[in-house]
């Protein structure tokens, strides 16, 4: 993957990833009170384990796992296979989405250094596979807990428009970028309440459900990609 040029300012070689530490340390320190309560919500309601993980493609397309509260149950049929997403989400897991609370975790995965605070947001494994060569290029960076996908649609956009967004977000990274898209991240978030990942959506449609819906790949180059993100998953 090409590098942008933005590699060479001192914010995204330096200050870009010091803020993370100290911002993510700070909020851990300052809202552990936070974690608890809702640790101990997740506990209550939806039982153990209370965090959930997942692999995602990080910088550089490392593998990474990211955390997040548990939204939904385990609830499986008479078969022991677990229903559907829309049926194991909860009103409750609704709300932790809605006011991205269940983000939170995510403070540990900038800490150590997966992820930071303003970035393309990490998809699954199963997506990047799907992406051209010039839209992987979003892994040139770290991937963030909101980004500029994030603040202008969200998903309201189609995956081209959102990828485009990334691209755009990392051929130009800002301090004062940086600033404005946590501002507008605030307001949908916590006065709007429209989250930062799926909102009301149990889950959002795969790129590659994406593409193969609309014709845009067949069915053999889906099958073929969908074996490769699991073989990178292992």
Request: charged share 30%; aromatic share 12%; glycine share 6%.
């Amino acid at each position: 993957m090409e590098k942008t040029d933005t590699y060479n300012s001192f914010y995204t070689r330096y200050s870009k990833r010091f803020l993370d530490i100290v911002c993510s340390l700070l909020a851990i320190l300052a809202f552990s009170w936070l974690y608890l309560i809702i640790a101990l919500l997740v506990r209550w309601k939806l039982g153990s384990p209370i965090l959930f993980t997942q692999l995602r493609p990080g910088k550089d397309e490392r593998i990474f796992k990211m955390y997040k509260f548990r939204t939904m149950t385990d609830a499986r049929d008479e078969k022991g296979e677990l229903l559907p997403d829309e049926v194991r989400l909860t009103p409750f897991g609704k709300w932790l989405r809605a006011t991205s609370l269940d983000e939170l975790p995510e403070a540990f995965n900038i800490l150590k250094g997966d992820m930071s605070i303003i970035g393309p947001r990490p998809q699954l494994v199963r997506d990047m596979v799907f992406m051209t060569n010039e839209q992987r290029k979003r892994h040139t960076v770290r991937p963030g807990l909101s980004g500029l996908a994030q603040v202008n649609g969200r998903n309201d956009i189609d995956w081209e428009d959102k990828l485009a967004w990334d691209l755009k977000y990392i051929k130009k990274i800002t301090f004062l970028g940086d600033v404005k898209i946590i501002f507008q991240t605030v307001l949908k978030a916590f006065i709007k309440q429209e989250g930062i990942t799926e909102g009301d959506m149990a889950t959002a449609e795969d790129f590659g459900d994406y593409l193969l819906n609309r014709g845009k790949v067949d069915r053999e180059k889906y099958d073929e990609l969908q074996r490769q993100a699991k073989r990178l998953c292992k």
